[in-house]
């Protein structure tokens, strides 16, 4: 309702005052005048939302104005005011092309009934472009941080079958944001006004799965007590992602499988199919070739779901990325939090370089949102990051003190030029050394700036 403005046209100055006092208490923004001439000189200065006018004016009728107006603007919903005695009037306004009438006296209910009604459509479609704008701002390619050398190849790919139909398996460890990349596939594609329906296939439980998926009819079963559209319906001509669909029953995955060839499902109970238009991205943390050779998954629908595949690397992989990725998330958090953290102190940002990040991207984002909760200062500290570098460790595996530092400032320094992509600078301001030290600790472990293309070990 922020800002709609509505044009009130009355020759009763006690009613024009009584119907600005009313729409504005309802939050309208309020022009109003006595006269057909007047309205249509306001109507040439700002476009309006509603207009309301009294089928009796002196210089104009309400008819004739209505038709003025909408050679202005087509679209506005006009609504007539009328007497008890002028109802058939009033009939006719409408078959001309008004939204409605009122007859006098009117109650407020009534009054903003029927604007809400008149403005409901454009409501809606200044929502849609709303959420379609903040979909577009969260999951535009330009906004996905991918600073790596692997997740820029991620995204060539994405490009490449964004504008497609075709179907997508996008496979890697947990955390790594498998979901978002579903999401900027189906925000960028032609698909992209219409539903993205996330279905996680590890969370439904086994005997509500078909009905959740497919839908059923009343009576089909004990508690279908009305028809339910399934989710695969519910994405029609939008997109079905199927996470975790490792996960799904085998018993299930025939049905899937025929939904997706033939194009068409089946409700639970149901005689007749339906017909559907969809688009599949799914994903899976598993080995789905070896689920195949176990007999837990189809080999047909392994071959269906797997048109084009995308792995993404662990964050461990593409540690260029996890500057960035804090920054974002950092800022998010202080957003959300309403903190005043700025920033990330030099020793912060060399431990979350130098961690193996398990969890991967959802790790980081968990522990950086941790961090600035409990902050009581302008730039993050350490205090609250992860405190161990490498993998947990056998006792038969400990090596001295003296190795062991050695081998994680050689690593730890590999990864720092692979973060900064060789920047010296950059690097020497992470690890929180002048450039003369931080040349020498490269002297000393025989690294140099195009090293930033060696992968550190998974365990730093």
């Known amino acids: 309702m922020a800002d709609e403005r509505i044009l009130v046209v009355d020759d009763d100055p006690s009613l024009l005052t009584l119907l600005q006092m009313r729409l504005r208490s309802m939050g309208f ?47 506005l ?68 941080v991918a600073r790596s050398p692997e997740m820029q190849a991620v995204l060539q790919q994405v490009s490449r079958v964004a504008k497609t139909d075709t179907t997508v398996c996008i496979s890697g460890e947990t955390g790594t944001g498998k979901e978002v990349i579903a999401r900027v596939i189906h925000c960028n594609s032609l698909r992209a006004s219409k539903p993205f329906i996330p279905v996680n296939c590890a969370a439904i439980p086994e005997p509500l799965f078909e009905s959740e998926l497919f839908g059923h009819m009343k009576g089909s079963f004990t508690g279908a007590h009305q028809n339910k559209r399934g989710l695969i319906q519910s994405a029609d001509k939008g997109t079905l992602f199927l ?67 995308l792995w993404l690397p662990p964050l461990r992989q593409r540690r260029e990325d996890i500057p960035s990725l804090a920054q974002f998330f950092l ?7 309403g903190k005043t953290v700025k920033g990330f102190a030099p020793e912060a940002m060399q431990r979350l370089i130098a961690h193996s990040w398990p969890g991967n991207v959802r790790e980081l984002e968990n522990m950086i949102e941790r961090a600035v909760v409990m902050s009581a200062h302008d730039l993050l500290t350490a205090e609250f990051l992860p405190v161990s ?42 690890a929180g050394r002048y450039r003369a030290d931080f040349y020498k600790l490269l002297k000393k ?11 550190p070990s998974s365990h730093v």
């Open 29 to 75: 923004v309020v022009s109003s005048c006595g006269t057909g001439e007047d309205a249509l000189s306001l109507a040439q200065e700002e476009p309006f939302d509603f207009a309301i006018l009294d089928l009796r004016l002196p210089d104009l009728d309400g008819l004739e104005l209505m038709d003025e107006l909408h050679q202005h603007q087509s679209n």
């Open 77 to 144: 919903p006009v609504l007539i005011l009328t007497a008890h005695g002028c109802i058939p009037n009033a009939v006719q306004a409408m078959k001309k092309g008004a939204y409605g009438y009122l007859t006098k006296p009117f109650d407020d209910k009534e009054l903003q009934e029927s604007i809400d009604k008149a403005l409901t459509p454009k409501r809606m479609s200044q929502e849609i472009h709303r959420l379609q704008t903040l979909m577009n701002e969260l999951y535009g390619m330009e906004n996905i």
């Open 243 to 309: 996470d975790e669909i490792g996960e799904m029953p085998l018993a299930l995955q025939s049905k899937l499988l025929r939904a997706i060839q033939n194009r068409e499902i089946s409700p639970v109970g149901g005689q007749v199919s339906v017909k559907v238009d969809v688009r599949i991205l799914a994903a899976t943390n598993r080995d789905l070739e070896q689920a195949v050779r176990e007999g837990h998954f189809r080999e047909d629908l392994y071959y269906r779901i797997h048109v084009v595949p």
């Open 331 to 337: 800022k998010r958090s202080v957003q959300q939090h």
């Open 389 to 430: 570098t490498q993998e947990s460790s056998t006792p038969g595996s400990l090596q001295p003190l003296t190795e062991a530092k050695e081998a994680f400032e050689r690593e730890y320094l590999k990864g720092l030029l692979q973060a900064t992509q060789g920047n010296i600078s950059r690097a020497a301001q992470i």
């Open 445 to 455: 472990y025989g690294l140099h700036p195009s090293d930033r293309q060696v992968s």
